[in-house]
Protein backbone atom coordinates (compact mmCIF):
# COMPACT_ATOMS: atom_id res chain seq x y z
CA UNK A 1 0.00 0.00 0.00
CA UNK A 2 1.36 3.43 -0.58
CA UNK A 3 0.36 6.86 1.00
CA UNK A 4 0.39 10.14 -0.77
CA UNK A 5 1.11 13.55 -0.43
CA UNK A 6 0.39 16.62 -2.59
CA UNK A 7 2.24 20.21 -2.32
CA UNK A 8 3.23 23.12 -4.33
CA UNK A 9 -0.15 24.57 -5.04
CA UNK A 10 -0.93 28.33 -5.04
CA UNK A 11 -2.59 31.01 -6.90
CA UNK A 12 -0.60 32.22 -9.68
CA UNK A 13 -1.15 34.82 -12.44
CA UNK A 14 -2.39 33.92 -16.09
CA UNK A 15 0.77 32.97 -18.08
CA UNK A 16 2.84 31.78 -14.70
CA UNK A 17 4.30 28.30 -13.65
CA UNK A 18 3.85 26.02 -10.46
CA UNK A 19 5.75 22.68 -9.73
CA UNK A 20 3.33 20.62 -7.63
CA UNK A 21 4.49 17.33 -5.94
CA UNK A 22 4.06 13.99 -4.67
CA UNK A 23 5.66 12.47 -1.67
CA UNK A 24 4.95 8.78 -1.58
CA UNK A 25 5.25 6.51 1.32
CA UNK A 26 6.56 2.93 0.90
CA UNK A 27 9.77 0.92 -0.15
CA UNK A 28 8.04 -0.31 -3.47
CA UNK A 29 7.06 3.12 -5.09
CA UNK A 30 8.69 2.46 -7.90
CA UNK A 31 6.53 -0.17 -8.57
CA UNK A 32 3.22 1.92 -8.74
CA UNK A 33 2.74 3.70 -12.02
CA UNK A 34 1.42 7.82 -11.03
CA UNK A 35 -0.66 10.11 -12.59
CA UNK A 36 -1.98 13.66 -11.61
CA UNK A 37 -5.94 14.38 -11.80
CA UNK A 38 -7.72 17.48 -11.91
CA UNK A 39 -11.28 18.48 -10.67
CA UNK A 40 -12.60 22.11 -10.97
CA UNK A 41 -15.56 22.83 -8.90
CA UNK A 42 -18.74 21.14 -10.56
CA UNK A 43 -16.86 18.97 -12.98
CA UNK A 44 -15.77 15.58 -12.94
CA UNK A 45 -12.44 14.44 -11.87
CA UNK A 46 -10.56 14.15 -15.01
CA UNK A 47 -7.08 12.72 -15.51
CA UNK A 48 -4.34 15.34 -16.81
CA UNK A 49 -0.99 13.29 -17.02
CA UNK A 50 0.57 9.80 -16.19
CA UNK A 51 3.99 8.25 -15.79
CA UNK A 52 4.96 4.53 -15.79
CA UNK A 53 6.60 2.95 -12.96
CA UNK A 54 9.82 2.86 -14.52
CA UNK A 55 9.26 6.71 -15.78
CA UNK A 56 10.40 5.62 -19.09
CA UNK A 57 6.82 6.53 -20.63
CA UNK A 58 4.53 9.66 -19.86
CA UNK A 59 1.35 10.61 -21.65
CA UNK A 60 -1.12 13.76 -21.25
CA UNK A 61 -4.23 15.23 -22.02
CA UNK A 62 -4.14 16.98 -25.20
CA UNK A 63 -5.30 20.60 -23.24
CA UNK A 64 -1.99 19.85 -21.26
CA UNK A 65 0.48 18.53 -24.04
CA UNK A 66 3.30 20.89 -24.00
CA UNK A 67 2.40 22.73 -20.93
CA UNK A 68 2.93 20.16 -18.78
CA UNK A 69 5.60 18.14 -17.77
CA UNK A 70 5.20 14.64 -15.01
CA UNK A 71 8.34 13.34 -13.82
CA UNK A 72 9.43 11.16 -10.98
CA UNK A 73 12.49 10.54 -8.99
CA UNK A 74 12.04 6.57 -7.67
CA UNK A 75 14.57 7.30 -5.08
CA UNK A 76 12.84 10.20 -3.50
CA UNK A 77 9.81 8.47 -4.04
CA UNK A 78 8.29 11.84 -5.55
CA UNK A 79 6.13 13.01 -8.44
CA UNK A 80 5.79 15.88 -9.72
CA UNK A 81 4.15 18.04 -12.36
CA UNK A 82 5.66 21.08 -13.65
CA UNK A 83 2.96 23.61 -14.89
CA UNK A 84 3.91 26.55 -17.78
CA UNK A 85 1.90 28.39 -19.26
CA UNK A 86 -1.37 28.54 -17.05
CA UNK A 87 -4.58 29.23 -18.39
CA UNK A 88 -7.68 29.92 -15.93
CA UNK A 89 -9.44 27.16 -17.12
CA UNK A 90 -6.39 25.14 -15.25
CA UNK A 91 -8.23 26.21 -11.98
CA UNK A 92 -8.30 23.35 -9.90
CA UNK A 93 -7.75 20.98 -7.12
CA UNK A 94 -5.02 18.36 -8.15
CA UNK A 95 -4.53 15.21 -7.22
CA UNK A 96 -2.01 12.78 -6.71
CA UNK A 97 -3.12 9.08 -7.77
CA UNK A 98 -1.05 5.64 -7.34
CA UNK A 99 -2.57 2.35 -9.63
CA UNK A 100 -1.47 -1.17 -7.52
CA UNK A 101 1.76 -2.17 -7.88
CA UNK A 102 2.88 -4.39 -10.37
CA UNK A 103 1.29 -2.81 -12.64
CA UNK A 104 3.64 -1.06 -14.95
CA UNK A 105 1.47 1.85 -16.67
CA UNK A 106 -0.80 4.69 -16.28
CA UNK A 107 -4.14 5.02 -17.16
CA UNK A 108 -6.21 7.46 -17.75
CA UNK A 109 -9.72 6.43 -16.32
CA UNK A 110 -10.33 7.47 -12.63
CA UNK A 111 -11.03 4.45 -11.30
CA UNK A 112 -8.41 2.81 -11.84
CA UNK A 113 -6.15 4.21 -9.60
CA UNK A 114 -6.99 3.01 -5.78
CA UNK A 115 -4.64 5.36 -3.92
CA UNK A 116 -5.19 8.93 -3.67
CA UNK A 117 -4.28 11.84 -2.05
CA UNK A 118 -5.56 14.35 -0.40
CA UNK A 119 -5.47 17.16 -3.65
CA UNK A 120 -3.53 20.67 -3.63
CA UNK A 121 -5.17 23.83 -4.77
CA UNK A 122 -4.07 25.56 -7.60
CA UNK A 123 -5.50 29.15 -8.83
CA UNK A 124 -5.00 30.72 -11.71
CA UNK A 125 -6.33 34.94 -12.22
CA UNK A 126 -6.70 36.32 -15.16
Known amino acids: QVQLVESGGGLVQAGGSLRLSCAAS????????VAWFRQAPGKERGFVAG????????GYRDSEKGRFTISRDNAKNTVSLEMNSLKPEDTAVYYC???????????????????WGQGTQVTVSS
Open 97 to 115: AARRAGQAYYSTVRDDYPY
Open 51 to 58: ITSNARNT
Open 26 to 33: GRTFSSYP
